[in-house]
């Protein structure tokens, strides 16, 4: 059974820093771009950052610019490191693994998708 399972959402004040991890299992995802979205309430889920399959790009949202870096550990494993957040970075934050190698944005381009992982900023 291929998995994505997200760690490291919590409540932190604002200014501060998280890092998120995505695990994969079941399945290799070395040949597949990775990617992070989010999801506030009452909104639709919206791109974060994405890191192709080498690792070697990145691409961010323009409201992460600067703060976040994304990045790839290994075949299965991504990384979101988050700085300076904000009380509007609030929300879940899923892991997905994309249909190609390399950079996408749309949700549609994206065929495993973890449960989520809960970020809230206080201000």
């Known amino acids: 059974q291929v998995q994505l399972v997200e760690s490291g959402g919590v409540l932190v004040q604002a200014g501060g820093s998280l890092r998120l991890s995505c695990a994969a299992s079941g399945r290799t995802f070395r040949n597949n771009a990775m990617g992070w979205f989010r999801q506030a309430p009452g909104k639709e889920r919206e791109f974060v950052a994405a890191?192709?399959?080498?690792?070697?790009?990145t691409n961010y949202a323009d409201f992460v610019k600067g703060r976040f870096t994304i990045f790839r550990d290994n075949g299965n494993t991504v990384t979101l490191q988050m700085n300076s957040l904000k009380p509007e970075d609030t929300a879940v934050y899923y892991c997905?693994?994309?249909?190609?190698?390399?950079?996408?944005?749309?949700?549609?381009?994206?065929?495993?998708w973890g449960q989520g992982t809960q970020v809230t900023v206080s201000s």
């Open positions: 890191v192709d399959w080498s690792g070697g790009r």
């Open positions: 997905a693994a994309a249909k190609k190698q390399t950079i996408v944005v749309r949700t549609t381009d994206y065929d495993y």
